[in-house]
C-alpha cells in the first residue's frame, strides 16, 4: 500500500485544540472546572439557549439516560425509539429501567416514521426518542405533535445532530431533552464527550447533580481557590461528568463547527456527482427548510444490483486502504435484545434491510483532495470490478 489509510471519521485536531490542552494540563486542573463551563456556555449559545438549560456530560449516552431519570419517566413504561440506531440509544432507556419498543423507519429518509411511532402507542407508552440519523432532521412537526397528542414526553438523540436543523430551528430543541455526542467521529469531537440540553433548566440542574454522583456541589466549587466547600450527597447519582481536558479540545472544535460543516458539504457534493452512475443508492436530498450535519455518507449495496455483497464491499474498500463504517446493524439482529424482548428483524423490515446493505465513506474536513479522490476511486472499482 502506497498511501497511507485512510482512517474513516478521522478527527480534525488544529493547534488551538494542542495548545488549549497543554494550557489545561499546566493549569492543574484536569477536572470538572472552568473549561467546562466555557465549553457549556459556548454550546447554549449555539444553539440558542440560556448556558443554564445545558450540562457537559462523559457520553451521549449518559445524556439519554440522565435525560430519562430527570423525567421521572414511570418505572417500567415503555420508550418508542428507531431499530436503526447505535446500541446506546436502547441501552439507556434499559437502564432507565424502562422498555424500549421500536417503530419502523422510512426507507428513503432511514429516519423513525411517524406513522410507525403512532402505531407503537400503548397505554404503557410515556416517551418518544427519535434519533436524527446521520444528520438529517426527523419530522419534527409531526413527532411533536404525536407527543403533545398523547401526552409522552420527547427526547431527541441528537448523536449525529450537532449542525442539524429543521424548519429554522435547532435540533435539540424541539423536545423536553436534546442528547447531544462528542465521541471522537463526531463533527465536534472531544474523544469521549456528551452535552445533555433541556427545556427546563431546574431539571438540568438535577441532572448536573446525577451526573457527580449526586452531590450537591460539583468538584470546581469544593477544592477551587475560593476554598473548600462542603458538599451534601442528595440522590445516589452517576460518573457521567466532563472533564476539563476534554472541553478544551471542545471549545475549538465547536469554534469551528461551521467551517467544518462547509468541508462536510463539499466533500458530500464531490460523492454525489463522483458515484451518481454506479450501481447502489446515495443518500435522498436534504428536505427543504431542514439543513442536514452531514455527518454520515452511507451508500446502499444491492448485491444483485452491483454484483457484491455489503460486507465483500467493506473488506474490499479496506483492502485499498480506505476505512469505511456500518451505521448500522437494526437493533433486533443483536442477540442480546432477542433473547430479552424477542425481537426479531423481520418485525422491522426497512431497519432490517437498509442495516444488511449500509456502508458508510469517509466523510472528515481533514480529508484532502487527494484522499477524496482516492475514495471515489477505490468506491468504484470495488463496485464495477474495475
Known sequence: MNSPYIVFAAPDIHDEEINEVSACLRSGWLGTGPRVARFEAAFAGYKGVDASQVAGLNSCTAALHIAMLALELEPGSEVITTPLTFCATANAIIHAGLVPVLADVDPVTQ???PAAIEAAITPRTSAILPVHFAGRPCEM??????AERHGLALIEDCAHAIETEYKGRKAGTFGDFGCFSFYVTKNVATGEGGMVLGRDASRIARAKVLSLHGMSKDAWHRFSDSGYKHYQVVESGFKYNMMDLQAAIGIHQLAR???????RQAIWSVYETALAHLPVTLPAPAAPE???ARHLFNLLIDPEASGITRDRFLEAMHEAGIGTGVHYLSLAEHPVYQERFGW???????AMRLGRTTASLPLSPKLTEHDIA?????????????
Do not use: F, M, Y
Request: hydrophobic residues 30%.
Open 374 to 386: 482516492r475514495v471515489c476511486r477505490a468506491t468504484e472499482n470495488c463496485l464495477t470490478g474495475g
Open 290 to 292: 431542514t439543513k442536514h
Open 257 to 263: 463547527v461551521e467551517a467544518s460543516w462547509q468541508r
Open 141 to 146: 412537526d409531526r413527532i411533536t405533535a404525536i
Open 111 to 113: 429516519n423513525i416514521d
Open 344 to 350: 426479531r428483524p423481520e418485525q422491522w423490515p426497512h
